[in-house]
């Protein structure tokens, strides 16, 4: 099932790298030796920077009507929109991993939360939006 998975990871890879001069590549921090290693340690991911019109349509989608933003979804929501490789919308590999949208297939390939925190900062930052990014509160 893992070399299934890691040809599927693979394929789309080599698919997302033509898709636009806009997209970036970047080489996510190996797993802490503390750890198991995942199927990403020493493996390229391709994304894409968010508008800016976009990213702020993403707070408000996760915004509560007190005004604070749900951090955790809101992360989900701009790798979900930026993530181009892998492919999260691939009905293969969700298909291949037992989930049903891209928000479980990223619970699945990144187990991680630092690695989630890391892919979020770098789509920021090939935004840009600098490491400052923006506030929020968090969300009780």
């Not at 990144?110 to 789509?123: K, Q, V």
Request: net charge negative; hydrophobic share 35%.
């Amino acid at each position: 099932m893992l070399s299934e998975l890691e040809s599927l990871i693979s394929t789309e890879v080599s698919k997302a790298k033509a898709i636009s001069e806009r997209t970036h590549t970047i080489k996510l921090p190996p797993t802490p030796p503390t750890r198991e290693a995942y199927w990403y340690d020493d493996k390229e991911l391709t994304i894409r920077p968010i508008t800016t019109r976009r990213f702020y349509d993403l707070v408000d989608q996760c915004a509560s009507a007190d005004g604070t933003t749900d951090q955790t979804q809101f992360m989900f929501e701009v790798i979900g929109e930026c993530l181009v490789d892998p492919n999260l919308q691939n009905p293969e590999l969700q298909r291949a991993l037992g989930v049903g949208n891209a928000r479980e297939v990223i619970e699945r390939i990144f187990p991680e939360p630092f690695i989630l925190r890391d892919i979020r900062a770098r789509i920021e930052d090939i935004s840009g939006f600098g490491t400052t990014g923006v506030e929020f509160r968090e969300s009780p």
